[in-house]
């Protein structure tokens, strides 16, 4: 089977490598801005998926095109600009009856499909508390620039879109529970920016002299925090940010039950702390031999073998292709529609904000 990847930057790589991992996909790359290579791609009968990996702008466009020429399609998130757009896509794709997928590979931490089979079996109680944070530091300075930062290439949102999605994402695959009201607060502390006059990919662009830069206005946010319900009884808040001096790719997640709780932070994934009210606590490394039974096909390597953000990608893809593979597989990765349950979430975090209040999600 072959796969085109639509994008040749930060994440276009990371999709390359995680294909070539699997061993039975062969990966052809695409540049995001050939549309020549694009076209010719979909025309190739051998070309069976797409995974776009471009800027947030053109994900509907390459997407709605590449499912009209019958490819199934693995869209990085967020999966569109808005909801509308959203609903087309998973319109499209129910009436093609095509595979798809948007890429929350975060849920694929091994130990973080051990908090999820944990809530499953009883373990934690009643869910009662969700909090937690998604910090980064690559966008601290003034002179820090990216394609995300412009809103006609991001969309209307950045932090939320960008890590926000991804904390929102894993809380309610956690826990089994939907965001049902929100407040939100959104803050940007770079009014202006100094773009690079030349391209600068994610997470580059530090060493760059002073003339090498044009003052550019802001309007997208540098952080945000939400207070959220889930249901009458379920409470949490969670911060996303990308100026927090210090945090690479802190996404944490704390899920306090009615009988024990449970914390993971990205930047240790193999390690899973387990609070207990009238014990001692624990921390947990992951073995696949004492994980839950249906957490255990997440983890490939031994205990004492991490795996790491790569290995997220890999388990998506295995299972989004198994599916393509066999047509009866239940899809066990996230679809568009929970692509588009991200954009609600993201929309109504922007009406809130502009509101000064709360804001119900249906």
């Not at 997407?63 to 399609?73: L, Y």
């Not at 319109?91 to 973080?112: D, E, F, G, Q």
Request: proline letters at 4%; a negative charge.
């Amino acid at each position: 089977m072959k796969a085109a990847i639509v994008g040749s930057g930060f994440m276009g790589r990371v999709h390359l490598e995680a294909l070539r991992r699997l061993g039975s996909v062969e990966a052809v790359p695409v540049r995001g801005r050939d549309e020549t290579a694009f076209r010719a791609a979909l025309a190739d009968p051998t070309i069976k998926a797409v995974h776009i990996c471009t800027p947030n702008c053109s994900h509907f466009a390459l997407a709605k095109t590449a499912m009209e020429a019958g490819k199934h399609v693995l869209c990085e998130k967020p999966l569109t600009t808005s909801a509308g757009e959203a609903e087309e896509l998973v319109a499209l794709a129910r009436a093609k009856n095509i595979r798809n997928c948007t890429c929350h590979n975060l849920r694929y931490y091994p130990m973080v499909q051990h908090i999820r089979r944990m809530r499953e079996d009883g373990d934690l109680g009643e869910i009662l508390v969700v909090q937690g944070t998604y910090s980064q530091d690559w966008l601290l300075y003034d002179t820090d620039w990216n394609w995300r930062i412009d809103p006609r290439e991001s969309g209307p949102s950045r932090v939320m879109a960008d890590i926000g999605s991804h904390w929102c994402d894993m809380a309610e695959h956690i826990t089994g529970r939907r965001i049902s009201a929100l407040c939100a607060d959104l803050q940007t502390f770079h009014r202006t920016r100094k773009r690079p006059k030349g391209e600068v990919e994610t997470f580059a662009g530090k060493n760059l002299a002073p003339e090498d830069y044009d003052e550019m206005p802001i309007q997208t946010e540098d952080f945000g925090s939400v207070i959220f319900h889930m249901g009458e009884r379920t409470r949490g808040a969670y911060t996303a940010s990308q100026v927090s001096a210090g945090c690479k790719n802190g996404l944490s997640i704390e899920v306090y039950g009615s009988k024990m709780s449970a914390a993971w932070n990205q930047e240790r994934p193999d390690e899973l702390w387990i609070g207990n009210r009238n014990t001692n606590n624990q921390v947990i490394v992951k073995d696949p031999a004492l994980l839950k039974d249906r957490a255990k096909s997440y983890a490939d390597l031994p205990g004492g073998h991490s795996e790491g953000y790569d290995d997220t990608f890999k388990q998506v893809f295995r299972r989004f292709y198994g599916s393509i593979e066999n047509p009866a597989e239940t899809a066990e990765y996230p679809q568009f529609e929970d692509g588009l349950r991200q954009l609600h979430i993201l929309e109504a975090e922007l009406e809130s904000h502009k509101l000064r209040g709360w804001v119900n999600l249906y």
